[in-house]
């Protein structure tokens, strides 16, 4: 299976003002391309060609890292575009609330835990929502990593890449974070990875 750039599931100022139609192009059309075509190129007459994504980040991990980096960054950003919509933010499904309550206390309590994920990952990297052990729990991992190669199922994602926030934030990542949880998240596409997460 080789991997495809979908468009966006928005228009690119869809997202405005917490972020930009220029950072989407470069991030969306530019680094995200970047990953498809050096992950397709790669992956050529390898064990992998012919796999299914998340086969090819899990077989991968620490055997072949250009292929990971790639791949990993491929599936990470899929879920990236649609883990937003306009309007984000707002009422969370009831059944991935009560979850979070279950496992942080409250939902505010898993929306700072996921803010200071993101703040705290030094250098590039993700901070998550994570589905492990029957909780959900805050995780972070660096460059493409994602929750898949340690033992979860991501269910939400932000990219703490600078160059998904530096456009509109320069160095203040915890404004982007703040931005991305309160405006930006689809809370129905994460209840959806919840439900399949929890299946």
């Not at 575009?81 to 969370?92: A, Y």
């Not at 009560?98 to 835990?113: Q, R, W």
């Not at 949880?181 to 209840?191: A, C, M, R, S």
Request: aromatic share 14%.
């Amino acid at each position: 299976m080789s991997f495809t750039l979908d468009a966006l599931p928005y228009a690119y100022d869809a997202l405005q003002p917490y972020m930009s139609k220029e950072t989407l192009e470069y991030h969306h059309d530019k680094h995200h391309q970047a990953y498809v075509t050096n992950g397709n190129n790669l992956i050529k007459g390898t064990e992998f060609e012919g796999k299914s994504l998340e086969d090819i980040v899990k077989g991968s991990f620490g055997k072949h890292a250009g292929i990971f980096n790639n791949a990993g960054q491929h599936y990470n950003h899929i879920h990236f575009w649609k883990w937003m919509k306009p309007n984000g933010g707002g009422k969370i499904p009831g059944g991935l609330e009560k979850a979070l309550i279950d496992s942080f206390g409250s939902v505010e309590k898993a929306k700072e835990d996921f803010i200071q994920g993101g703040v705290t990952q030094f250098g590039s990297g993700w901070t998550w929502l994570t589905v492990q052990g029957g909780k959900i729990v805050v995780t972070k991992t660096p460059n493409g990593e994602s929750p898949l190669v340690h033992g979860g199922k991501p269910i939400l994602g932000c990219d703490v890449w600078e160059h998904s926030y530096y456009i509109d934030y320069r160095n203040r990542r915890p404004d982007y974070l703040k931005a991305f949880v309160e405006h930006l998240v689809n809370w129905e596409y994460v209840d959806e990875m919840f439900q399949a997460a929890s299946a």
